[in-house]
């Protein structure tokens, strides 16, 4: 029995929703938005289709609906035009978390938070500020899309399920994020190795493609259909369902790093164990030493958006 409530019912929260009930995630799932009329018309369009998957209970509310949630998702605020990197939209989206969050804190003080709204990590850092509750309870999406998007353009250059392709983008989720090609793995065959027994080939610069190609992803989504919902709806999906369902999951989500690689005070992403009560442990891996700069850099770029906060 869970109940789940969405802040923000747009293109992204209410693709969340929609993908929480086929899941059959939450009994009771609550549509807030600054325009009620979009809440009430999302949350009738997906009652309609209760006779098709497990019960739930679906309404359009307002922030005192969040009381009993055992996960409030965070997706309101205004989405990137073609051009627009996920920083540049920092001041209207830190606007609308400043103004938000003292009225989620009211009604739901201690449960978890799932942000997915851009750019994710500093919006992250800014919730666990405001929000005043364990770190560990404040869990941002940060890279677990463009992890899953690395996967499946390295599944597609390697011709193997995407499901058995292990790889994770780290750092920032935006122009800063990086590669972690020392770790990637096809069914626990290092890359390196992989690679010398696969007749197709992987020059640097073919990595180097598929990684520009995973950065772009989301600029050529939003410059095509205007932006991007379904995977990130389901990588949402997916790291509450690790939540609820106790799943212990290891996800590449954003979190406040407390010393990891000498890291502290800033929200990225790196693999973490994702169970019951939010950020379980995050992982601390083997990475290389251009990884570890590369890791650092993204640190500070993030440190120097969230100073332009006042944080």
């Known amino acids: 029995m869970a109940k789940i409530a969405i802040v923000g019912a747009g293109a992204v929260g209410s693709t969340v929703a929609y993908a929480a009930i086929i899941r059959g995630l939450a009994t009771e799932l609550v549509l807030i938005d600054a325009r009620r009329d979009k809440a009430e018309g999302e949350a009738m369009d997906l009652n309609h289709g209760l006779p098709f998957v497990p019960p739930a209970k679906i309404w359009a509310g ?17 989405a990137s035009l073609p051009g627009e990197t996920r920083l540049d939209l920092l001041e209207r989206n830190g606007a609308i978390f400043k103004e938000i969050m003292p009225q989620i804190a009211r009604y739901y003080p201690q449960g978890i938070l799932l942000v ?14 405001l929000s005043r509750r364990p770190p560990s309870r404040v869990v941002g999406s940060g890279t677990v899309l463009d992890s ?27 122009d800063s994020e990086l590669p972690v ?11 390196e190795e992989y690679c010398l027994v696969c007749d ?4 640097q610069a073919e990595r180097e493609e598929i990684f520009q190609r995973v950065r772009r992803a989301a600029s050529e989504i939003v410059v095509r259909k205007g932006a991007t919902c379904y995977a990130i709806g389901l990588a949402a999906t997916t790291i509450m369902e690790s939540i609820l369902r106790d799943q212990k999951s290891v996800l590449p989500i954003s979190s406040l790093l407390e010393g990891q690689y000498g890291l502290r005070e800033v929200c990225l992403s790196l693999p973490s164990i994702v169970d019951r009560g939010g ?3 995050i992982l601390q891996l083997p990475l290389s030493e251009i990884e570890i700069e590369g890791l650092e850099r993204s640190a ?3 440190k120097e958006a969230a100073s332009s906060l006042g944080l």
């Open 279 to 281: 950020v379980g442990k």
């Open 62 to 78: 307002d922030y005192s609906d969040c009381q009993g949630a055992e996960i409030v998702v965070l997706s309101a605020g205004v």
């Open 116 to 129: 997915i709204t851009n750019p994710v990590d500093v919006l992250t850092y800014l919730t666990v500020k």
């Open 300 to 302: 500070r770029i993030l």
């Open 200 to 203: 197709r080939g992987c020059t």
């Open 181 to 191: 090609w020392s770790l990637a793995n096809i069914s626990g065959v290092r890359l």
């Open 148 to 174: 899953a998007r690395f996967r499946y353009l390295l599944s597609e250059h390697c011709g193997v399920d995407p499901r058995n392709v292990h790889a994770y983008i780290i750092g920032e989720h935006g």
